[in-house]
């Protein structure tokens, strides 16, 4: 039983635009939700997190929003650059768990 | 800050032998510590929870036996694949979150070990 669930397996946005990268779950016990960035062969990198409290947290290019009525979480890249080409995992918390969804992997062309 | 380092990123060796990977916390100290292992295109699975002091507490269906962790120390933790065999080739990822287990702390990763049994 998946409980976070990042349907798109792959993204390919041009430079400069938004990339919008989304996760559903189902779990509505979670605390928080976190992004993390993973390069091939190196362990992932994290982005941002929010709350579950909050419906919007923004960092620099990087903005996360919550829809906890519709269990959805999105994170919001813009500008787009080529470095942001990476494997991008959703995540979400409960006590000390952290459950991961699959990943979608994220091209962004010069 | 909140570094994690993984050791060896890389092994190959025959099938039959064990296998040991250190998960070390640099400049906090972990009192507990996560092992993950992701297959080919697919999410981080969750095998143990390694706590310092402690047994891990292990996932359902991830073999204890096979498996073994050992937190001996704040900032240290191993995982050894014993009797290794081509199965159990794969990536395998340590993390450890400051503030400990239950903390809001996001976790911090090592660089993983790609570990191939032939």
């Known amino acids: 039983d998946q409980q976070v669930k990042q349907n798109s397996p792959s993204l390919s946005v041009q430079e400069g635009r938004i990339s919008i990268l989304n996760c559903d779950y189902t779990n509505s016990m979670f605390d928080y939700f976190l992004w993390y960035k993973k390069y091939p062969a190196e362990g992932p990198t994290f982005l941002i997190s929010?709350?579950?409290?909050?419906d919007k947290n923004e960092d620099g290019r990087f903005t996360v929003f919550l829809n906890k009525s519709a269990k959805h979480l999105s994170l919001h890249i813009v500008p787009s650059q080529p470095g942001d080409s990476a494997v991008y995992f959703c995540?979400?918390?409960?006590?000390?768990?952290?459950?991961f969804g699959a990943g979608t992997r994220l091209f962004v062309k010069a | 800050g909140a570094v994690v380092s993984q050791h060896p990123s890389w092994v190959i060796c025959k099938s039959g032998t064990s296998v040991k990977i250190e998960c070390r916390s640099l400049d906090f100290q972990a009192t507990t510590m996560f092992w993950y292992r992701q297959f080919p295109k697919q999410s981080l699975m969750l095998m143990a929870t390694?706590?310092?002091?402690?047994?891990?507490?292990?996932e359902q269906g991830v073999e204890k036996d096979k498996f073994l962790i050992n937190h001996a120390s704040l900032t240290l933790s191993t995982l050894t694949v014993t009797s290794a065999h081509p199965e159990d080739s794969s990536f395998y990822i340590c993390s450890a979150r400051v503030g400990g287990g239950n903390s809001n702390q996001p976790q911090h990763f090592g660089d993983g070990t790609r570990l191939s049994i032939l």
């Open positions: 929010i709350s579950s409290i909050k």
């Open positions: 995540a979400a918390m409960r006590g000390f768990k952290t459950i």
């Open positions: 390694s706590n310092e002091g402690s047994k891990a507490t292990y």
